[in-house]
């Protein structure tokens, strides 16, 4: 499995640059998925890989191939990059097995029947190799899908929004799946999606799209723990973000003090998670219960802060607070604010 | 801006080859000085009114029967829909002079009530509305069910969600259908001919063969395409921007009322009667007219080798022509071009354009072409091969082409437009070139809609009159000539072995394709299959 790397990516249309000067490094073996909200460019950015679109500048490279770029311009069927689509595109006269094994048409008859067995069984559907694309369930025609594009071996596997299409119950568990199935095959693999927890459960690193161009990279738990601008910071899960003064390692806010990653000093603002604070009753508090989402494991509540601000919190489902109750909101011990712009 | 490609540079050329001649129409308006329409000014009011008239009454007719129909057998059940459902195409190979025969010769006093517009657009709406009911039987069934019910959900009532959900959506289907037979009603020239309806057609006729002016002819001809034109034109805009392309309807079948009582039977008796008048009792006629006709003696001498040229020539043009149009189609589908969209829309204005102007069209190129051929040879080798392009079938075939190239390519392209753009791209992500793409993807899913391209073209040729009245080498006469040219003797029973012929040849296919269709039905999901294939058995 090969590396991926974009130099300066660009690519218009008309006058909307959907992809904007993106650089990026995939490398091999790796799970990186692009997250961004609709009409960000993440799905040209996918198909400037797979060879659907040319860019207008920058270089895209696989291996040490230049696929796409100023001397090389690699046609997608040469490119051996498999691509999932979000709407799947099986082959409707096709058979199941047909499918995954149409990119195998150059094989021995052999090595193509020994692949798509064992890719049939990679994604757990050997059973249903006779059926057609219409006769199965939407999580099967994923696998089938993720499949076709195993099947060949390719340098690079691409997945368009993969599990938009599947209800919430299937998708946590299929998500999973697909990514043990691209871990067992040692795939490189980029990931497309607006779904922030699949992005975060999902991948080895997270690319951040916005306006075409790429705002952070970084893996999960930096992505969401210091986000690099107050448009990641919200756009990846919940946030606070509060105004404060740096001293050193700390900030002052008007919740409290948190620490800094990184030293700073004067007015900053920074970004602090819901789970960053914490919340207990008292009559005399600083805050009042506005709102309460339960989730089971934990609740969201929405605080109106004496300041006039709301506050976002969220805690363990151990102890509940009603809607209406007085409480004091301080930063958790642990809390740990990063700045941003 | 892309590239050309070579598939664009093919559909271009070929649009080239193949409009070039009708694209030349218009000069006949400048040459030889201004005199235009001093020579023909008499045919025109007379051509203008009654083609516009039949026009819109064949428009209504077919729009009205062919989509009551396919509505009728997809969306209500009663008993033996699955037959009347196939037998509702049948009228398909029922040429329209063949009926006019018919009609003239069964009909008392010479069949003198249907000599007029009206009996033409009543025998046109008969035997054309199996195109509108084609294509908008298959956009119907493809349609999802999730959309009907969705529409129901939202407090429409059955009907109202077939007229507000279903109808607007089959309609770049029916549209479509509709032009299709309002165009093969602009070209006819048998019918209107027989019925003695003085249309744009019918004068051409007359001014070429009575009067020998051939730039007159032309003139009105250009007319006659300014008019096709329109109607494409029109169809266009009625599809607007949509590209309708959806991927597989989830194998979600349209779920059909089961009709009881009184709507039942004439569920039944309806269609059964309509077939009965266009098909079955011409066919019973002609077979009692065709048998006095052998026992008395009355068969023309050359009725063999006419047979076996309208076999020939309709087998090979039902390869030829589909094969062309798939080369457009894919040349359109891989380059959305303005310059291959228009080329594409210009190599397929033919089917507006009757068959002896085509005949001329063809002819003049062709002709000179011939001569350079001649001269070259005799000069260079000292052999002279005679006239090899307008003295044989060549030419014949060129005209077909030009002819018959829209029809085939509508059936193309419909099962084209159906595949998602999707799939080419997973294709070409799985190392399929542009060819594998072609013949791996496209191909087999298309495969419905070429077997309906070539059926078309088949039947089509089977029929055609006046180009081939025209282009015909020595001693080619064909069935269909030699029925036009008995029935407007008022030699009927003459006229009714070929005639016969001709429908049962154009039966044959039309029921082949029936069988197939039906089979195949069951091992695949049915949003794939395109237009006629998609006909249950």
Redesign the interface.
């Known amino acids: 499995m090969s590396e991926v790397r974009l130099e300066s990516v660009s690519k218009s249309f008309g006058t909307t640059r959907a992809v904007d000067g993106v650089s990026l490094e995939v490398r091999g073996g790796e799970l990186v998925a692009v997250l961004g909200p609709s009409g960000c460019g993440k799905t040209t950015l996918l198909r400037l890989i797979?060879?659907?679109e040319r860019p207008d500048a920058g270089s895209l490279f696989v291996g040490a191939v230049e696929m796409a770029g100023p001397s090389a311009s690699v046609?997608?069927?040469?490119?051996?990059?498999?691509?999932v689509?979000q709407?799947y595109?099986?082959?409707?006269?096709?058979s199941v097995k047909a499918n995954v094994a149409?990119?195998l048409?150059?094989r021995e008859r052999e090595e193509r029947e020994a692949l798509t067995r064992r890719t049939l069984e990679l994604v757990g559907l050997q059973h249903r190799a006779g059926c057609?694309?219409?006769?199965l369930s939407g999580g099967e025609r994923q696998r089938i899908a993720l499949a076709?594009?195993l099947a060949?071996e390719p340098e690079v596997v691409l997945l368009d929004e993969p599990f938009s299409n599947l209800d919430a119950t299937l998708r946590a568990g299929l998500r999973r799946e697909v990514e043990l199935i691209l871990r067992d095959a040692g795939a490189t693999a980029i990931l497309v999606t607006h779904d922030q927890e699949e992005a975060l459960s999902l991948a080895d690193r997270l690319a951040v799209m916005r306006q075409g161009r790429i705002v952070q990279v970084g893996p999960p738990e930096s992505v969401y723990g210091q986000p690099a601008s107050r448009w990641a910071a919200q756009f990846v899960g919940e946030v606070n973000v509060l105004a404060g003064v740096a001293r050193g390692s700390g900030v002052e806010t008007e919740l409290g003090v948190f620490d800094l990653p990184r030293p700073a000093s004067g007015a900053v603002h920074v970004a602090v998670r819901p789970e960053q604070l914490e919340i207990r009753s008292d009559e005399q508090g600083n805050a009042e219960v506005v709102e309460r989402e339960f989730r089971g494991h934990d609740v969201l509540y929405r605080l109106r802060h004496e300041g006039g601000r709301t506050v976002l919190v969220q805690l363990p489902s151990l102890e509940l607070h009603e809607v209406g109750a007085r409480v004091f909101v301080r930063p958790a011990s642990t809390a740990v604010a990063p700045v941003v712009d | 801006m892309r590239r050309l490609d070579g598939w664009a540079l093919a559909t271009i050329v070929v649009a080239v080859l193949v409009a070039g001649p009708l694209i030349g129409l218009p000069l006949s308006f400048v040459t030889e000085g201004g005199k235009g329409f001093t020579q023909f000014s008499g045919f025109l009011p007379d051509a203008v009114r009654n083609t516009v008239f039949l026009l819109l009454g064949v428009g209504a007719g077919t729009v009205v029967l062919g989509t009551g129909l396919a509505m009728l057998v997809t969306f209500c059940d009663f008993p033996g829909r699955s037959w009347i459902e196939w037998a509702l195409v049948l009228p398909l190979a029922m040429p329209g002079y063949v009926f006019t025969l018919f009609a003239l010769g069964a009909l008392p006093a010479g069949g003198a009530a249907i000599r007029s517009p009206l009996g033409a657009i009543a025998i046109f709406t008969l035997v054309l509305y199996p195109y509108v009911y084609l294509l908008g039987r298959a956009a119907f069934l493809s349609q999802s069910r999730v959309l009907l019910e969705a529409a129901r959900g939202l407090g429409l009532s059955p009907a109202r969600a077939l007229l507000r959900v279903a109808l607007p959506l089959a309609r770049p289907a029916i549209f479509g259908g509709t032009a299709l037979a309002l165009m093969e009603a602009l070209a006819d020239f048998g019918t209107v001919n027989l019925l003695g309806v003085h249309t744009f057609t019918d004068a051409i006729y007359r001014v070429w063969f009575i009067a020998f002016d051939r730039r007159a002819a032309m003139q009105l001809a250009t007319l006659l395409v300014s008019v096709t034109l329109v109607l494409l034109v029109l169809e266009r805009l009625a599809r607007g921007r949509a590209r309708y392309q959806q991927l597989a309807a989830r194998g979600e079948l349209i779920g059909a009322t089961r009709l009881r009582g009184l709507p039942a039977v004439a569920a039944v008796l309806g269609p059964l009667a309509l077939v009965g008048v266009v098909v079955a009792a011409p066919l019973g006629q002609l077979a009692v007219w065709a048998a006095q006709s052998i026992r008395d003696g009355l068969l023309a001498p050359e009725f063999a080798t006419a047979a076996r040229n309208s076999l020939l020539l309709a087998l090979m043009s039902a390869v030829l022509v589909p094969g062309v149009a798939l080369l457009l189609g894919y040349g359109l589908r891989s380059s959305r071009s303005p310059l291959a969209t228009g080329a594409v829309r210009v190599a397929t204005i033919g089917y507006g354009v009757p068959g002896s102007v085509i005949a001329v069209t063809v002819i003049v190129p062709l002709a000179w072409l011939d001569h350079r051929l001649d001269d070259t040879s005799g000069s260079l080798l000292g052999v002279d091969p005679g006239l090899i392009l307008t003295g044989t079938v060549i030419g014949l075939f060129v005209a077909y082409l030009v002819r018959f190239l829209a029809l085939a390519f509508q059936a193309v392209e419909t099962s084209l437009l159906r595949i998602p753009g999707e799939l080419d791209e997973a294709a070409r992500g799985l190392g399929a070139d542009r060819l594998d793409v072609l013949a791996r993807v496209h191909v087999p899913l298309i495969r419905a809609g070429l077997v309906t391209a070539a059926l078309l073209v088949f039947t089509e040729v089977m029929k055609e009159l006046p180009a081939t009245l025209l282009l015909r080498p020595l001693g080619g006469d064909t069935l269909a000539i030699a029925v036009w040219q008995a029935t407007s003797e008022s030699l009927f029973r003459t006229a009714a072995l070929p005639a016969l012929l001709i429908v049962l040849v154009g039966l044959l296919p039309v029921v082949l394709m029936i069988r197939l269709s039906g089979r195949r039905r069951a091992e695949k999901p049915v949003d794939t299959e395109p237009a006629l294939a998609t006909i249950s058995a």
Request: glycine share 10%; no cysteine; aromatic share 16%.
């Open positions: 797979a060879g659907f046609p997608p069927d040469q490119r051996r990059i498999g691509m689509f709407d595109a099986l082959f409707p006269h096709l149409f990119g048409s150059r057609f694309p219409h006769e076709r594009a060949p």
